[in-house]
């Protein structure tokens, strides 16, 4: 009977235990999750500068920049310069074969120089056929004056009239002849301006100083008008071109200060103005562009890199600051916890200019208050939870 006991206590104490385990390792995780302290980071607020800036992302761009091709077509033969090179006004690039186009400017020369010749052998006719038509109005004079004492037959005045008539002929042939070669010379000198004209064409220079940065073509490389063979940039104005959300373009203006960050060189920031504002908005992405001049550009550079600008709208000394971070929302409204006397207090905050990582608090704030936020990113605070820094 004792023993059948024993076992009915032992089988009530399994079932309170098998029950009763679960539910307090429940009750213990509750109490945890609800009761215990929340590990936070802290922070005390404190008075300072911020700076309200823009961000745009974009390129760095050359604001004159051209592309060297030729104006006629032919066979490269030279390349005088190579991508990364600087060159100056007016300096030899490219030369392309002129072997041909020499010999139709000989040709050309010599077409020139036969044209000029002819018309001096016109003039010579010309004196000439003056001097015949001299002789023949002199002639014509005297048998006139003999006709007229019947001392000239009037066959011989016809014949006298006849040969005048045929000088004058002559010379009217001759003025003829050389207006139409000063016609041919005119043209032979256009033709001979016109292939030497291609032959200078053959040898292309640089516009204005500058930097190639690229190069497109070889020598032995056959190519036409417009084709490309060098690319070069005037270094003297490089500036990045910026796509920022059209909502900030309110507070942009020409010659505002920047801060540009390469890529290549992030943890270093490199002056800039603002050079000017775009006019046009891209109606997908809703940005528009935003040339930023770049006072100071890094070491090594190159044209199209890309980059981060931060372009200063405005600027606060002495104001209450807090990290973007510690931000709380609520309900739409910007709060922020504070840790009051171990535990945790959501405010309602009011604030004004927003920096990439800071903001100022209007009202709600004061130095010396210490906002908190949870150590670990995934946990949430609540009003009135035990707090542990």
Same mark, same amino acid.
């Not at 084709?227 to 990045?240: H, M, N, P, Q």
């Given at each position: 009977m004792a023993i059948a006991s024993w076992r009915s206590v032992n089988r009530r104490l399994w079932r309170i235990l098998r029950i009763g385990a679960p539910l307090a390792l429940v009750a213990a995780f509750v109490y945890w999750i609800r009761f215990a302290p929340s590990v936070v980071v802290r922070h005390e607020v404190v008075r300072g500068e911020i700076v309200a800036e823009v961000l745009g992302t974009g390129t760095l761009e050359a604001r004159v920049k051209t592309t060297v091709s030729p104006k006629i077509s032919g066979r490269i033969d030279q390349i005088l310069v190579d991508q990364g090179d600087p060159v100056r006004r007016g300096q030899l690039l490219v030369r392309l074969d002129s072997l041909e186009l020499q010999q139709q400017v000989a040709i050309a020369q010599a077409n020139r120089e036969a044209a000029a010749a002819a018309i001096d052998r016109l003039k010579t006719d010309k004196e000439r056929a003056i001097a015949v038509f001299n002789q023949e109005r002199k002639s014509h004079g005297r048998v006139e004056a003999l006709f007229a004492k019947n001392a000239a037959s009037r066959e011989e005045m016809e014949r006298a009239t006849e040969a005048v008539a045929v000088a004058q002929a002559g010379l009217s042939r001759a003025e003829a002849g050389i207006t139409e070669g000063q %016609? =041919?010379?005119?043209?032979?000198? &256009?033709?001979?301006? $016109?292939?030497?004209?291609?032959?200078?064409?053959?040898?292309?220079?640089?516009?204005?100083?500058?930097?190639?940065?690229?190069?497109?073509?070889?020598?032995? *490389?056959?190519?036409?008008?417009?084709?490309? @063979?060098?690319? =070069?940039?005037?270094? !003297?104005?490089?500036?990045?071109?910026?796509?920022? *959300?059209?909502?900030?373009?309110? &507070?942009?203006? *020409?010659?505002?200060?920047?801060?540009?960050?390469? /890529?290549?060189?992030?943890?270093?920031?490199?002056?800039? &103005?603002?050079? /000017? +504002?775009?006019?046009?908005? !891209?109606?997908?992405?809703? #940005?528009?562009?935003? !040339?930023?001049?770049?006072?100071?550009?890094?070491?090594?550079?190159?044209?199209?890199?890309?980059?981060? @600008? $931060?372009? #200063?709208?405005?600027? %606060?000394?002495?104001?209450?600051?807090?990290?973007?971070? $510690? +931000?709380?929302?609520? #309900?739409?409204?910007?709060?922020?916890?504070?840790?009051? *006397?171990?535990?945790?207090?959501? &405010?309602? +905050? %009011?604030?004004? =200019?927003?920096?990439?990582?800071?903001?100022?608090?209007?009202?709600?704030?004061?130095?010396?208050?210490?906002a908190v936020i949870p150590a670990d990113p995934r946990s949430t605070l609540r009003d009135g939870q035990r707090i542990e820094p």
């Open positions: %016609k =041919l010379l005119i043209a032979a000198e &256009k033709t001979l301006h $016109y292939h030497q004209a291609r032959l200078a064409d053959t040898e292309i220079v640089a516009p204005f100083d500058g930097l190639i940065v690229e190069r497109q073509r070889d020598p032995g *490389d056959v190519v036409v008008p417009a084709s490309a @063979v060098l690319t =070069l940039i005037s270094t !003297d104005e490089l500036w990045i071109s910026a796509w920022v *959300d059209e909502s900030e373009m309110a &507070k942009l203006s *020409d010659e505002q200060s920047a801060r540009i960050f390469f /890529r290549s060189e992030p943890e270093r920031s490199h002056q800039g &103005k603002v050079a /000017r +504002l775009g006019r046009k908005a !891209d109606p997908e992405s809703r #940005e528009f562009i935003v !040339d930023v001049r770049v006072i100071d550009l890094p070491r090594n550079w190159a044209v199209g890199q890309r980059a981060e @600008v $931060y372009i #200063e709208t405005a600027r %606060k000394p002495g104001v209450i600051l807090l990290p973007s971070k $510690y +931000l709380a929302m609520r #309900e739409d409204r910007p709060g922020v916890f504070l840790n009051r *006397d171990g535990r945790a207090e959501w &405010k309602s +905050l %009011k604030l004004g =200019l927003r920096a990439p990582e800071t903001v100022e608090v209007v009202e709600g704030l004061d130095p010396g208050d210490l």
